[in-house]
């Protein structure tokens, strides 16, 4: 089993800045790649960032420049540090690993910017 175990969401004031966390445990072996997804009431889950084993990233257009992803490969962590954060970045966070076909998620953290 994998376990995803994610922190550092919050509330925050627009303009501030948040780090998410999240660790990957358990069954850990051969993961490709690593993200974020964030989802509000009444909208599909949509994709934030993500890293792959290699290095290779990607964003949503809507962070770019904002947002900064990263990965502890030896710690099976990924990172997700968010700055200039606006109220429509208001959301639940879920962490996501992909491995070996599969796609595992955390459990979500709430974040929330306040204008």
């Known amino acids: 089993q994998v376990q995803l175990v994610e922190s550092g969401g919050g509330l925050v004031q627009a303009g501030g800045s948040l780090r998410l966390s999240c660790a990957a445990s358990?069954?850990?072996?051969?993961?490709?790649?690593m993200g974020w997804h964030r989802q509000v009431p009444g909208k599909q889950r949509e994709l934030v960032a993500h890293?792959?084993?290699?290095?290779?990233?990607n964003y949503a257009d809507s962070v770019k420049g904002r947002f900064t992803i990263s990965r502890d490969n030896a710690k099976n962590t990924v990172y997700l540090q968010m700055n200039s954060l606006k109220p429509e970045d208001t959301a639940v966070y879920y962490c996501?690993?992909?491995?070996?076909?599969?796609?595992?998620w955390g459990q979500g953290t709430q974040v929330t910017v306040s204008s």
């Open positions: 996501r690993v992909v491995m070996s076909g599969y796609d595992y």
């Open positions: 358990g069954s850990i072996f051969s993961i490709y790649s």
């Open positions: 890293i792959t084993n290699g290095g290779s990233t």
